[in-house]
C-alpha cells in the first residue's frame, strides 16, 4: 500500500471501535502517525498496539469530547512538541434511538454534545494550526440519515444533518486556506455496535443485507478507504463534499 501520509500526523475522534478503528488501521498503515482520541482509554491503548505491533505509528489520548477545555489542551500539546496536524477525522458519534415523544431532553442534548458539538471544539482547535501550516484537511462523518432520514431516530438524524451541513459551510470558509473539508455519508456498516443492535431487535444480518441493492451492507474498511482517498492528495479538488457510501441503499 502507497504511503500517502508518509511524515503527516492524523487525529481521528471516536478511533477506537468500528468505522474510527478501520480508518486508524488505514492511516497507519499508508504512514501516518495516528493520534487515536477516544474515551475509551483500554480500547484505544489496544488498537495503538496492534498498530505499533505492524511497525506503524499511534498514540492515543483518553479524550472527553464534551469537554472542549481538554480539547484544546490536546490539540496543543501536539504542536507545541513540534507535530503538525496534516489531517482531522471527526468520527466520533452515538445514536440515541427514539421518535420525539421517546427521547429525553438529556438524550436529545447528549446527541449534540458528542455528534455535533465535539466537531465544533475540535475544528476550532485545529483550523488555526492548518491555517499557519498552509492547509490540511478535515473528513466528518456524517450519515446517510442525516440526508435521508429514517424513522425512529430524530436525534441521531437531526445531527447528521446537523453535520452535513457544518462540513460545506467550513469548507466555503476555509477553502481560501487550502483546508479541504469534506464528510462521508455512510448507510449501515457492519460494526460490532451494529451487531449488537441486531441481536438486542431479533433481526438477523441476511434481513438487513436484503434491504440494500448492493445485496449486502457495508465494511468499516471500506468506509476507511474512502476517508483516506478524500484526506489525501489525490482528492486536491475536492472540497465541501458530502459522499455518499451506502451500496446504493438512500437512492432504492
Request: contains cysteine; hydrophobic residues 45%; negative net charge.
Amino acid at each position: 500500500m502507497a504511503n500517502r501520509f508518509e511524515n503527516k500526523t492524523v487525529i481521528v475522534t471516536g478511533g477506537a471501535g468500528g468505522i474510527g478503528d478501520a480508518i486508524c488501521r488505514r492511516f497507519a498503515s499508508e504512514g501516518a502517525f495516528v493520534w487515536i482520541a477516544d474515551s475509551n482509554a483500554v480500547a484505544a491503548e489496544a488498537l495503538a498496539a496492534s498498530i505499533r505491533g505492524t511497525g506503524a505509528q499511534a498514540d492515543i489520548r483518553a479524550l472527553d469530547l464534551c469537554d472542549a477545555d481538554a480539547i484544546h489542551d490536546f490539540v496543543a500539546e501536539i504542536t507545541n512538541a513540534g507535530q503538525t496536524i496534516d489531517v482531522l477525522c471527526n468520527n466520533a458519534g452515538i445514536n440515541r434511538r427514539g421518535a420525539l415523544m421517546e427521547l429525553t431532553p438529556q438524550d436529545w442534548s447528549r446527541s449534540f454534545k458528542v455528534n455535533v458539538d465535539a466537531i465544533f471544539h475540535m475544528c476550532q482547535a485545529v483550523v488555526p494550526h492548518m491555517q499557519r501550516q498552509g492547509g490540511g484537511a478535515i473528513v466528518n462523518t456524517a450519515s446517510q440519515w442525516g440526508l435521508h432520514p429514517a424513522p425512529g431516530h430524530i436525534a441521531y438524524n437531526t445531527t447528521k444533518a446537523a453535520v452535513a451541513a457544518f462540513t460545506q459551510n467550513l469548507a466555503r470558509d476555509y477553502a481560501k486556506d487550502k483546508i479541504r473539508v469534506n464528510a462521508v455519508c455512510p448507510g449501515e456498516v457492519r460494526t460490532p455496535m451494529l451487531e449488537s443492535n441486531l441481536a438486542r431487535t431479533g433481526r438477523s444480518l441476511e434481513e438487513l443485507n436484503a434491504l440494500v441493492p448492493f445485496g449486502r451492507i457495508g465494511e468499516p474498511e471500506e468506509v476507511a478507504a474512502l476517508v483516506a482517498f478524500l484526506a489525501s492528495d489525490e482528492a486536491p479538488y475536492l472540497c465541501g463534499s458530502l459522499i455518499e457510501i451506502t451500496g446504493s441503499q438512500a437512492v432504492a
